[in-house]
């Protein structure tokens, strides 16, 4: 098993970046912001947060009480009605580590895949 810093720099975050169709869930462009987080990364998520690029801070835990087991998925739908499709995403794990990533465009994608290498 990984220890937690070979973890760190194994784990990757890999973006399909499909094209999606829009739906115009709960924003007025008629873009789709719903996403499928997709963990296979071999250790539960506990936390999710996913934030418009325009903030300063992470918005509320997306998971809240649940966790994203290994091999598991989830579809959100990140829309804070601001119009916005920049985001950026953070996810924790159970063994600590976190992992940030920035300038998402959850306007273009389908799903967004954590991995371990």
Do not use: P
């Amino acid at each position: 098993m990984f220890n937690t810093f070979a973890r760190r720099a194994f784990i990757t975050a890999a973006v399909a970046a499909v094209a999606v169709g829009t739906m115009g869930f709960q924003s007025n462009d008629n873009n789709n912001r719903r996403v499928r987080i997709i963990n296979q990364t071999g250790v539960t998520m506990t936390h999710f947060y996913a934030s418009n690029s325009g903030q300063n801070d992470w918005q509320e835990d997306i998971l809240g009480r649940d966790v994203l087991r290994h091999n598991a998925s989830v579809m959100v739908n990140i829309d804070d009605g601001s119009g916005a499709c920049i985001y950026d995403f953070k996810a924790r794990f159970a063994d600590g580590d976190e992992l940030e990533r920035y300038r998402i465009n959850v306007c273009q994608i389908s799903e967004y895949r954590y991995t371990a290498g």
